[in-house]
């Protein structure tokens, strides 16, 4: 066999695969010479067009995918969590200084009125207001004194507090219910 010009017979006898990809390469290159697809500088390959729609198809989906992967991620992660595990979750975004051992209601009062609780010394009058001084002739303009508090102190009653945990635990594990994809069925004691 002759390429070019040299004798490299041995070379593709040695070789068979060598051969056929050499004699596929000239083909496909006399081939695009008759349909005058050949350039010097570049060879631009000519697909079918349902291969094409194929591929353009096929990277909008995966662009689409990925844009949506920052929104679909915690959805995906808390719906393969259990309820319970969400509940602790979603307290511990609520309340800071919340650990697993304080899942009881009493604990959860405590949290509650922590956020209630009053930042500086003062009164409160008999219609509302709020005053920042304890000193004689607080609450003149509205009705009196009604009770004095310091920094520190809860603005809510301990029942109060309680209603409002409970409240916002029933919110939680409603929550949590509905986000997790794992049912958890009851266990008879």
Known sequence: MLI???????LFELFPFINTIFTSSLSFKDSIKEKKLWSKERVVPQFPEKIENFFSVTAFIIGVFISLLPVLHPIIIDGFTSSDRLVIKYLKKEFTSFNQSQ???DSLTLLVASL???PFNGAVCNDGWISHSQGRGTC????GVNYYF???ECMKSRSECE???IE???KIKNKARRRS?????EREH
């Open 168 to 170: 916002l635990l029933e």
């Open 163 to 165: 209603k409002e945990a």
């Open 4 to 10: 070019n010009g040299n004798n490299s017979s041995f």
């Open 140 to 143: 003149s303009h509205h009705g």
């Open 150 to 152: 310091y920094r520190g």
């Open 116 to 118: 209630y609780l009053y």
């Open 103 to 105: 899942l009881n209601i």
């Open 181 to 185: 994809w794992i049912k958890e069925y």
